[in-house]
């Protein structure tokens, strides 16, 4: 069945270390999203893509880096320079139809935990 | 700057008595709202929306409302239930273009 996914559900990473996020999806959509939570705060941008090969810095772009070589595929990197990488990671997806708003579909999500 | 606010960080409410979840903006560019749900370690859910053009939409329990001169919308969830106990944002775009969350309303149904 169609859906997004996230993998892993749970990852642990040293200080200094890069570590890479996946997120597929098979939902055919144009244009994937990376999205941040911390406690008490609403989910903010990271990087997002409207099509293959292409992508945006978001809100909070410094210390990560993505790539969109597939459509369905959209993974991000956490790099040693994210000061405080400890968070709950969000991948999403949408159509960019003309007869389609613009409702997001979103993953389960990955919890990063720096040790 | 925060564009989209949800001022009341938490809401309890009795089971069957209805819920308003509340949201302000500050752009007026913003066309087009949404609410997502969002239980624990869960991604968001997409809940409903409405675009400018029109001032209330309905789904079910759920109702959006929109007052465009106040840049307020407000979700009214009746009657509520435990289950509806989650995360609630709401979230703004321009144009079709990426959305701008609010920091979230936590909603408890009390049975």
């Known amino acids: 069945d169609g859906g997004i996914t996230q993998s892993p559900k749970y990852l642990f990473r040293k200080e200094g270390q890069n570590v890479t996020l996946s997120c597929e999806q098979n939902?055919?959509?144009?244009?994937m999203y990376w999205y941040r939570q911390d406690p008490g705060q609403g989910l903010r941008l990271i990087y997002y893509?409207?099509?293959?090969?292409?992508?945006q810095k978001g809100d909070i772009a410094e210390g990560y880096s993505v790539s969109r070589e597939k459509k369905e595929s959209f993974p991000l990197t956490v790099t040693s320079a994210q000061k405080n990488p400890t968070a709950f990671y969000l991948c999403a997806s949408t159509s960019l139809g003309l007869a389609d708003h613009n409702e997001q579909f979103f993953g389960p999500g990955t919890r990063l935990t720096v040790l | 700057d925060q564009q989209v606010k949800q001022n009341s960080p938490s809401l309890s409410v009795q089971e069957g008595r209805i819920s308003i979840l509340n949201c302000d903006y500050t752009n007026s560019m913003f066309d087009y709202f949404l609410w997502y749900k969002k239980y624990p370690a869960e991604g968001p859910t997409f809940l409903i929306s409405i675009s400018s053009i029109k001032d209330k939409n309905e789904d079910g329990r759920f109702t959006v409302f929109l007052n465009k001169s106040a840049k307020h919308l407000s979700l009214h969830i009746v009657p509520s239930q435990p289950g509806d106990s989650a995360v609630y944002f709401c979230?703004?775009?321009?144009?079709?273009?990426?959305?701008?969350f609010g920091s979230g309303t936590q909603l408890t149904v009390l049975p």
């Open positions: 939902l055919n959509h144009d244009a």
């Open positions: 979230a703004a775009s321009v144009v079709r273009r990426q959305l701008t």
């Open positions: 893509s409207q099509i293959v090969n292409d992508f």
